[in-house]
């Protein structure tokens, strides 16, 4: 591409009014000052037509991102946005950064560092436009170090199995959403690579489209094994907020009553070996495992019903929050 078209490309950006916004980038980072003016160009080339913001959102970058970003905010005022966060706090702080503050009626999310492809938006936009609310990018044919595809493999392949929804690749940065999905979410910790399954939890639908993946040739990659342990922690999390946060009495419980019949089975052999073969069993482990699970099995159940007395006593969901439409009858029609 030569200069002249560049620059009538992202001539675009910098003459936009304040009419609503069409699609907002919501860009995280940390220490990727070398690609962000090639993303900018990038997304803008993307989006060429369409009112458009990117908001990166500096997650403590030691480099000289914020400066870059501050340039591209003054380059192109209307159009790119810039957050700082006072330290490192994480993909999903910034993430959720960039929500509060995206004016665009769908929002795309994408890594900094040029693996994902800014060409790739409009697929996803398009995808949205057959009814999806939520496109996750699917990186197929994948350019990166075995110390972070095999981690990732075994991560998408148990949330696949865990939550029931099948796609390949839960963790790709290159998603799409209808802006009622990202004000569903509530992200914290590292649920950012979960908004797929905390989406189709909440009833939305989600699909995923394969997207072109390139190496990375600037900056460090910062996922490996240790992010593969904490996602695994961070599953279980998702898992019970998406079929137990309404009815918690229902994990508890189950677990409950599976101790429960473990520990029953055990003092009733017990019983019987000492009632029909005088066997001593005061003295044996397996009493006391018994005893344990037993009581084990009380707490899970008296558990469950406490959190199910306290979800109903504080509960702050507002009635109907989840209806997606609604037919309206005439204001005279009386009421059913």
């Not at 665009?104 to 409009?122: F, K, N, R, S, W």
């Not at 995808?127 to 990166?144: A, F, I, P, T």
Request: glycine share 8%.
């Amino acid at each position: 591409m030569n200069q002249t078209e560049t620059s009538n490309r992202l001539s675009f950006a910098t003459d936009l009014s304040e009419t609503e916004v069409e699609v907002s980038v919501v860009v995280p980072l940390l220490n990727e000052e070398g690609t962000l003016a090639a993303l900018t160009e990038g997304v803008f080339e993307a989006l060429l037509g369409k009112t458009c913001e990117i908001l990166f959102v500096d997650d403590g970058s030691r480099d000289g991102s914020w400066s870059e970003i501050r340039k591209l905010s003054q380059r192109f005022p209307n159009s790119v946005r810039g957050f700082r966060h006072r330290r490192n706090f994480g993909k999903a702080e910034a993430l959720a950064t960039g929500f509060a503050h995206a004016k665009g009626q769908l929002i795309v999310t994408m890594d900094a560092d040029l693996q994902d492809d800014p060409l790739e938006i409009p697929a996803l936009l398009a995808k949205l436009d057959e009814g999806y609310d939520l496109v996750s990018g699917w990186k197929r044919d994948r350019h990166d170090p075995i110390s972070k595809t095999i981690p990732s493999r075994f991560f998408n392949y148990a949330a696949r199995v865990a939550s029931g929804l099948s796609l390949h690749d839960f963790n790709c940065g290159l998603k799409a959403y209808r802006r009622e999905v990202v004000e569903s979410l509530h992200l914290y910790g590292e649920l950012h690579r979960f908004t797929p399954i905390l989406s189709h939890g909440e009833g939305y639908r989600v699909t995923e489209i394969p997207v072109t993946h390139h190496p990375r040739e600037q900056g460090k990659s910062k996922y490996g094994w240790t992010r593969f342990f904490k996602g695994s922690l961070d599953l279980l999390t998702v898992i019970l907020l998406t079929r137990y946060l309404q009815r918690p009495g229902h994990f508890f419980g189950a677990i409950g009553f599976i101790s429960g019949a473990f520990g029953l089975g055990i003092l009733s052999y017990l019983s019987a070996a000492k009632i029909f073969f005088g066997v001593d069993i005061g003295t044996r482990p397996l009493f006391f495992l018994g005893i344990l699970a037993t009581l084990f099995s009380a707490q899970l159940i008296t558990t469950g019903f406490t959190s199910e007395f306290l979800l109903r006593v504080n509960s702050s969901e507002r009635p109907g929050h989840r209806i997606s439409e609604s037919t309206k009858p005439p204001s005279n029609s009386p009421r059913n």
